[in-house]
């Protein structure tokens, strides 16, 4: 077996999967919010 060592691993796919996780949750946190408020103002 190869020894590990800490650092070396290519993480540039993970961050990059992580970006876009945290784009969709951002946009539908977004999305979710303007919902909510546009129920509250249409039942007034």
């Known amino acids: 077996m190869a ?13 990059k999967t992580f970006d876009g996780f945290m784009k969709v949750v951002t946009w539908s946190s977004v999305a979710i919010i303007l ?4 129920i509250a103002l249409v039942n007034g």
């Open 3 to 15: 020894e590990h060592k800490h650092g070396e691993m290519d993480t540039t796919v993970q961050q």
């Open 35 to 38: 919902t909510l408020i546009f």
